[in-house]
Nanobody, 114 residues
Framework: QVQLVESGGGLAQAGGSLRLSCAAS????????MGWYRQAPGKQRELVAM???????NYADSVKGRFTISMNNARNTVSLQMNSLKPEDTAVYYC????????WGVGTLVTVSS
């Protein structure tokens, strides 16, 4: 089992910044991909940024150049630095880890006011 604990999020103004972090514990040796998804009201959950199995990064087109995903040396914490926030970034952000199964955090709300 893998447990994911998210922190960060909250309220920001348009143009501002927020940072999310996700700490993984448990059977993390099974994890081969880790990153962030988000779900806005009335919309499907979508990929935001992810470290893939091969170690590369994937970003949604809508966040490229504004968001940066990073991972600590122990490879058990993934962070998402969100700059130049827009109201359309408002969503619940979920940490995701892929291993023997898909793991999800409980989500953290990001609200961007205009």
């Amino acid at each position: 089992q893998v447990q994911l604990v998210e922190s960060g999020g909250g309220l920001a103004q348009a143009g501002g910044s927020l940072r999310l972090s996700c700490a993984a514990s448990g059977a993390i040796f099974n994890i081969y991909a880790m990153g962030w998804y988000r779900q806005a009201p009335g919309k499907q959950r979508e990929l935001v940024a992810m470290f893939t199995r091969g170690g590369s990064t994937n970003y949604a087109d809508s966040v490229k150049g504004r968001f940066t995903i990073s991972m600590n040396n122990a490879r058990n914490t993934v962070s998402l630095q969100m700059n130049s926030l827009k109201p359309e970034d408002t969503a619940v952000y979920y940490c995701n880890a892929e291993g023997t199964r898909n793991y999800w955090g409980v989500g953290t709300l990001v609200t961007v006011s205009s």
